[in-house]
């Protein structure tokens, strides 16, 4: 009896490995998920250690990038890039060369991901050719750039599932005791991240926190409005929500 498929999976985000895994037992039951690695380094280390047949390498990682880490494991394990973003390497994957699952994880797309990868597999002696190794060479100079300075996507959890949204979609955020909701145009999602963290860290320039609890996007704001108490409260865009303006915030408005 043939053996099963092994493989590891290398993200430093830990509900990204978990729903990679989630969707591969979905698409690929036979499939075995023998290690978890944080970082490029560990991914090297686990390949050496556990020689997968497959290892699934997110691109930026700290440390080691995926890239730097696909070119020492070399031909040890066939390689998955993962990414959420930068186009142009999706482009040059899309040659055939080297496969790729994008964030968020989506059913369809890793069929066809999983399909090339049996094919793969039932034939172990084809190597990579040079021109690959020069593309990937290329590629690991530009991914190891450093990552945006502003928080470009949210991680967040609706139902079982988990979400990738891009900052601009998102309308505000507003928080109570535990968790922080994120309103979209479309739809509602929860994170476990306090408005406080995320006031660091997304563009100012983009999003303006308004009150302790609530962050808005600029682009969402409709207009300010007052209450029969004196409150300011902006209104949002497409939302019934009136949201509540501090006083040590009002001075945000004053150019409106």
């Not at 560990?42 to 990682?61: G, N, S, W, Y």
């Not at 890239?67 to 394990?77: K, T």
């Not at 899309?94 to 793969?120: I, N, Q, S, W």
Request: aromatic fraction near 6%; include cysteine.
């Amino acid at each position: 009896m043939p053996t099963a498929p092994t493989a590891i999976i290398a993200d430093d985000e830990r509900l990204m490995r978990d729903q990679l895994r989630l969707r591969l037992s979905e698409a690929w039951p036979e499939l075995e998920i023998i290690g978890e690695a944080k970082n490029g380094e560990e991914a090297v280390e686990l390949v050496e250690q556990l020689k997968p047949d497959l290892t699934f390498l997110d691109i930026r990682m700290p440390g080691k990038t995926g890239m730097e880490a696909a070119r020492d494991i070399g031909d040890r394990s066939q390689i998955v890039f993962v990414t959420a973003y930068d186009q142009y390497a999706v482009e040059a994957f899309e040659r055939g060369a080297v496969d790729y699952v994008l964030k968020p994880t989506e059913p369809e797309r890793l069929k066809l991901t999983v399909d090339r990868l049996k094919g793969r597999l039932a034939r172990p002696n084809e190597k990579v050719n040079d021109s690959v190794q020069a593309m990937l060479s290329q590629l690991a100079e530009k991914i190891a750039q450093p990552k945006p300075k502003h928080l470009q996507w949210i991680q967040a959890s609706i139902g079982q599932d988990l979400r990738m949204i891009p900052v601009e979609d998102i309308l505000f955020f507003r928080s109570d005791e535990k968790y922080t909701c994120v309103q979209t145009a479309t739809f509602e999602a929860l994170i476990r991240k306090p408005v406080r963290d995320l006031a660091d860290e997304l563009d100012p320039a983009l999003f303006w926190q308004i009150h302790r609890a609530t962050l808005v996007n600029v682009n969402a704001i409709e207009g300010v409005t007052r209450d029969i108490r004196g409150r300011h409260l902006v209104l949002v865009k497409g939302r019934p929500e009136k949201l509540e303006v501090s006083r040590s915030f009002l001075h945000l408005f004053k150019q409106m």
